[in-house]
C-alpha cells in the first residue's frame, strides 16, 4: 500500500460511454426495468420492429426475454462496475439455456443504461468451463461482454434462431460439457466467403499491414549535448537523441519537454549511452553506468514505479563519445491531470487478441508514441510476425552519431 | 479577517460569478458566544451543528453552518470544473448555480403542501424546526439540505459538503447534458469488484487498514447496501440521496464508528481509476489486419459478392448520415458552427482542428460527430442488407462470420487508401451536406 495523497488527480466524475441510452423516466425503478426500457428505446429510435417478450420479463429478474426468437438473460450491473453477475439458474435447465447474455450497465441516479455487449451461450459456456462449483451465480469481468447492444442486435436480426444452441451447464464441474463437440460444429466454416469477399474488395486498403511502415517513420528526438567542461574549440556539437520518450524543445526554455500519458513509458535511445539517470527533486531515484567495453544499448522498461499524474522528473543521458560533465537534460512530466494512463490497464484491455494490438498500436502511433512504443514492447504482448518486425525496425534504428 | 462562519460564499449577479458576502449577525452571534476569531474546526462544526439542531428556533446558528459549508460547495464545484473543462464545454457559473443558491436569507419559503388549497408559499424562519418540516427533496438553499444531513459523528463538514455536491440533482443533470456522470461514492462503493477495491487500495489507498481488512470491508458493505438502498427506496420513493448512517456502520464487518474508511476507498478507487476510462480510443476501428488472415483467404474470385458489399454500405450509410445530418440541421440556424463541423469533417479534417476552427472544444466535436457508433450502425444495416442475397446468406448460421463482417464493413467505411484521400463515411457525409 503507498501512502500518497493523489486527491487532486482523482476520478470526479465519469464519461458517458458513447451509445448509451439516455432515458426520460426519473421513476422509480429496477435495474431491471430500466435495462427492458433501454432495450426498447432503442427499437424505436431503430425502426425495429422485433417481437420482444414476454410482458412479465420486463419485472421478473431471473426471467429469460425473448428478442426475435432468440432467448436472452438480461445482466445489470452499476455504470461503473468492473465485474457482473450472473444466476445460474436458467443455466442448468437441460435444453433451456439462454442463447444470448446481454450485460447493461445502470445508473439509476442519472437514468442512464449502457449496453457492454453479448456473449453467446457457447461463448460464456468456454469462459466458465473451470469455474463451476455447483453455484448458484458466477460473475464475470465486463469487458468480457463485446460488441454493444448492436451485436445483439445484429445477431437476433441475422442469425436463424437454431444457430446458437441452448445447451445446458453441467452441475458438476469435472463432469464433461458437449463443449467439445459443439466446439466443432460452430466453427464459422461459413464465413470464408464472406471474408474472402470482403477481404477482396477491401484488401488493397484496408489490410496493407501499415505497422512497420509506420514504426519507419516516427522521428527521433534530438537535443544538444550540454558541455560544462570542454573547451570552446571543441567539435561540432554532440547531439543526443531518444525514440521514447519524445520530447520537444521551446526555444523559451533551456530543458526539452517530454510530455508522457503513460504511467511505464520505455526508454530508448538508438545511440549507445554511458550513462543515464532518473530524478526528481534533484534526488537521483535510478541510474545505469556503462562502461568502455559494454555501453547502455537497448531499450529500457520504466525501471521505477508508474509515474503518477501531475508528477515530473528529470531525466539525463550522456551518450557514448562524451565525458563526465557533459549530458543532455529532458523533463519528463504528464501533460495533465487527467490524461496519464496506466500500462497495466491498457494491456488488460487489449488481452490477448492480436489484431487488436496491432490497431492499438498503430492508432496510438499517430496519438502517443510514447504509448505505442510502450504497448509495442510490453511483455504482454501476445506472438505475432508483424509485432515481431515492427519491434526489429525500433531496435534497428539508426542514432543521430551515425548522421 | 473574516470568520469562515460568517462570510458566505454566494453568486454575486452582478459579476456573473461568486462573491463573498459578509453576515454581520453571525459575526455578533459568534462574538456574543464567545467563537469569534476562531477559525474553522470540527468541533466548532459540531457545536454550532449541535446547537441548530437543540435550539431548533434559533436562527444564528445555522446560518453561521450555512456560511461554513458554502465554502467547500464552491471549492469542490470549481476542482470538478478545472478538471473536466478542457475536454467538456462546461460552464462554471451555471455549475455554481445548482449548488451555490444561498443568499443569506433569514426566511425560508415553504412551498404550499398538496393537501393545502390555496397553493400559496408560506415564509417562515430559517431554523432546524421549519426545515424539519420540509420535504427533503424541497430543502433548499442547498447549503441548508448539506447541514441537515450531515451527522458530525460520522464524517467532517467539507468531506461532507463535497459527497453531497455529487449527489446533487440539479447539478447531476447539469453533468449528464455535457456527457458526463457524478456518482456518489456510496454507488462507486457498490459497484466496485472486489479485485478492483484490492488493486485500488494496494496501488493508491492510504491509512491504517490492511488490504485484506478493507476487502472484507467492502464486501460486507456490498452486501448490506443492497437492502439499505432498497429499503431507502421503498421509504422515501426516492433513488437519490442515500448515505450510510449509524446502524449501517455498525452492521459493517468490522463494524464502524464514522465514514472515514469508506471516503479512503472511495478516494483510492476514483485515483485507481484516473486513466482508466481513456482507454475507450482503443475500441476505434482501426483499418489494419494481420497477414495471417489475409493469407487464408482466395482473392480470385467474387466479383458479384463485392459489387453487393460496396452497394450495400454506400446504401444503408446514406440512409443513416442522411437522417442524422437532417436531425441535426435543425439546429444550424441556432448555432452554425454545427454546420460547419460537419463540413470540415466532410473535407477531412480531424477532431482537433475541427473543435478549433469551430472555436470549441474536442468534446463537442466528438458529440456532434459520432464517427465510431455511426460508422458501426451503418456495418451493421449493410450486413442485414447483405444477408438477403444468397450469397451472403451463409452468415445465418455463423455469429463469429457476423461480427468479423460487421467489422470489416466499419473499417473500410473510415478507412483511406492513401494520405489525402478520403474515406467513404466522409464521402457520403459530403454527398448528403450537398444535397
Redesign the interface.
Known amino acids: 500500500m503507498t501512502n500518497n495523497n493523489q486527491g487532486n488527480s482523482a476520478m470526479e466524475a465519469f464519461p458517458i460511454p458513447e451509445g448509451s441510452v439516455l432515458l426520460q423516466a426519473n421513476k422509480l425503478s429496477s435495474f431491471r426495468e430500466f435495462s427492458i426500457n433501454a432495450l426498447k428505446q432503442i427499437l424505436r429510435e431503430r425502426n425495429l420492429t422485433l417481437p420482444l417478450g414476454p410482458e412479465s420479463g420486463v419485472k421478473e429478474s431471473k426471467c429469460l426475454i425473448n428478442l426475435n426468437r432468440f432467448s436472452i438473460q438480461v445482466l445489470t450491473t452499476g455504470i461503473t462496475s468492473d465485474e457482473i453477475s450472473i444466476p445460474l439458474d436458467n443455466w442448468y435447465k437441460p435444453g433451456g439455456a439462454p442463447q444470448i447474455l446481454l450485460a447493461a450497465k445502470i445508473d439509476e441516479e442519472n437514468s442512464v443504461v449502457y449496453f457492454s455487449g453479448v456473449l453467446t451461450g457457447p461463448e460464456f459456456k468456454k469462459l466458465v468451463k473451470h469455474r463451476l462449483k455447483n453455484q448458484k451465480e458466477i460473475s464475470l469481468p465486463i469487458t468480457e461482454f463485446k460488441g454493444g447492444i448492436d451485436r445483439l442486435l445484429g445477431f437476433v436480426r441475422i442469425l436463424e434462431s437454431t444457430a446458437i444452441p441452448r445447451d445446458s451447464l453441467d452441475r458438476e464441474t469435472s463432469s464433461p460439457w458437449p463443449w467439445d463437440g459443439f466446439s466443432k460444429r460452430f466453427k464459422p466454416a461459413f464465413a470464408i466467403p464472406v471474408f474472402t469477399a470482403a477481404a477482396f474488395i477491401l484488401g488493397p486498403s484496408i489490410f496493407r499491414p501499415r505497422l512497420v511502415g509506420n514504426i519507419a517513420s516516427i522521428s527521433l528526438s534530438q537535443v544538444e549535448v550540454q558541455t560544462y567542461t570542454r573547451g570552446i574549440a571543441s567539435a561540432s556539437p554532440v547531439q543526443a537523441c531518444l525514440l521514447t520518450p519524445s520530447f520537444s524543445i521551446d526555444d523559451s526554455r533551456s530543458i526539452p519537454i517530454a510530455e508522457t500519458s503513460i504511467d511505464q513509458p520505455i526508454i530508448f535511445s538508438p545511440d549507445p549511452l554511458n550513462e543515464i539517470t532518473i530524478s526528481k527533486n534533484g534526488k537521483i531515484l535510478w541510474s545505469q553506468n556503462g562502461t568502455l567495453d559494454k555501453r547502455i544499448e537497448g531499450l529500457i522498461s520504466w525501471p521505477i514505479k508508474p509515474i503518477q499524474a501531475g508528477e515530473q522528473y528529470l531525466l539525463t543521458i550522456r551518450p557514448k563519445g562524451t565525458s563526465m560533465g557533459e549530458s543532455a537534460n529532458i523533463i519528463l512530466k504528464t501533460p495533465s491531470e487527467e490524461s496519464i494512463q496506466k500500462l497495466e490497464d491498457l494491456v488488460m484491455d487489449l488481452g490477448d487478441n492480436k489484431s487488436k494490438w496491432i490497431k492499438a498500436i498503430n492508432q496510438q502511433l499517430k496519438k502517443d508514441i510514447n504509448i505505442a512504443l510502450a504497448l509495442l514492447f510490453s511483455e504482454k504482448a501476445p506472438q505475432s510476425k508483424i509485432l515481431n518486425q515492427a519491434r526489429e525496425k525500433v531496435l534497428d534504428r539508426d542514432g543521430c552519431s551515425s548522421n | 479577517m473574516p470568520s469562515p462562519y460568517s462570510e458566505l460564499c454566494c453568486i454575486d449577479s452582478f459579476k456573473k460569478g461568486v462573491g463573498k458576502k459578509f453576515i454581520e449577525s453571525c459575526e455578533t452571534f459568534l462574538k456574543e458566544k464567545n467563537f469569534e476569531g476562531k477559525s474553522e474546526s470540527k468541533e466548532l462544526d459540531k457545536e454550532l451543528w449541535l446547537k441548530s439542531k437543540n435550539e431548533k428556533d434559533s436562527i444564528e446558528s445555522l446560518l453561521c453552518l450555512r456560511c461554513r459549508v458554502s465554502k467547500p460547495i464552491q471549492e469542490k464545484v470549481n476542482?470538478?470544473f478545472f478538471?473536466?473543462r478542457?475536454?467538456y464545454e462546461l460552464d462554471l457559473l451555471s455549475m455554481m448555480v445548482c449548488v451555490l443558491d444561498d443568499s443569506g436569507e433569514l426566511f425560508l419559503r415553504i412551498p404550499p403542501s398538496q393537501k393545502d388549497k390555496t397553493l400559496q408559499y408560506t415564509t417562515k424562519p430559517f431554523s432546524w424546526e421549519n426545515i424539519s418540516t420540509m420535504p427533503r427533496n424541497e430543502i433548499r438553499p442547498f447549503g441548508a439540505e448539506v447541514i441537515f444531513t450531515f451527522n458530525p459523528s460520522l464524517s467532517k463538514i467539507d468531506t461532507w459538503a463535497s459527497h453531497q455536491v455529487?449527489?446533487n440533482a440539479e447539478l447531476?443533470?447539469y453533468?449528464?447534458s455535457y456527457?458526463?456522470?457524478?456518482?456518489?461514492p456510496w454507488?462507486?462503493l457498490?459497484?466496485?469488484?472486489s479485485?478492483?477495491v484490492k488493486e485500488a487500495?494496494?496501488?493508491?489507498?492510504?491509512g491504517n487498514l490492511?488490504?485484506n481488512e478493507i476487502e472484507a470491508l467492502h464486501r460486507s458493505y456490498k452486501i448490506n447496501y443492497k437492502e439499505a438502498k432498497r429499503e431507502y427506496?421503498n421509504k422515501t420513493?426516492?433513488?437519490?440521496g442515500w448515505a450510510p448512517d449509524s446502524e449501517f456502520l455498525c452492521s459493517l464487518t468490522p463494524p464502524q464508528k464514522d465514514l472515514k474508511n469508506l471516503e479512503l476507498i472511495d478516494?483510492a478507487?476514483?485515483?485507481y481509476?484516473?486513466?482508466?476510462?481513456?482507454?475507450?480510443?482503443?475500441i476505434?476501428?482501426?483499418?489494419?489486419?494481420?497477414?495471417?488472415?489475409?493469407a487464408?483467404?482466395?482473392?480470385d474470385?467474387?466479383e458479384k459478392?463485392?459489387e453487393l458489399?460496396?452497394d450495400s454500405l454506400r446504401r444503408y450509410g446514406q440512409l443513416i448520415l442522411e437522417d442524422t445530418i437532417d436531425k441535426d440541421r435543425s439546429k444550424w440556424d441556432k448555432d452554425p458552427s454545427r454546420k460547419i463541423a460537419w463540413e470540415l469533417y466532410g473535407k477531412g479534417l480531424g477532431q482537433r482542428e475541427i473543435a478549433s476552427r469551430c472555436n470549441h472544444k474536442q468534446g463537442w466535436v466528438?458529440k456532434l460527430i459520432?464517427e465510431?457508433?455511426l460508422a458501426?450502425?451503418i456495418a451493421?444495416e449493410a450486413?442485414?442488407g447483405l444477408?438477403s442475397f444468397k450469397?451472403?446468406q451463409?452468415?445465418?448460421?455463423?455469429?463469429?462470420?457476423?461480427?468479423?463482417?460487421?467489422e470489416?464493413?466499419a473499417?473500410?467505411l473510415i478507412?483511406?487508401?492513401s494520405e489525402g484521400d478520403l474515406s467513404l463515411f466522409r464521402q457520403i457525409i459530403n454527398e448528403v451536406l450537398n444535397k
Open positions: 476542482t470538478l478538471k473536466y478542457s475536454k455529487k449527489s447531476k443533470a453533468f449528464r456527457g458526463l456522470l457524478l456518482i456518489s454507488a462507486l457498490a459497484d466496485s469488484s479485485f478492483r487500495w494496494l496501488r493508491c489507498g492510504s490492511s488490504t427506496k420513493g426516492k433513488i437519490l478516494t478507487i476514483r485515483n481509476l484516473v486513466g482508466k476510462n481513456t482507454s475507450d480510443a482503443f476505434e476501428i482501426e483499418p489494419v489486419l494481420d497477414r495471417d488472415f489475409i487464408e483467404n482466395d482473392r474470385s467474387k459478392q463485392l458489399i460496396y466528438s459520432q465510431k457508433s458501426e450502425n451493421q450486413t442485414v444477408v450469397e451472403f451463409c452468415l445465418r448460421k455463423d455469429p463469429e462470420a457476423i461480427d468479423r463482417t460487421t470489416l464493413l473499417s473500410y478507412s483511406i487508401k
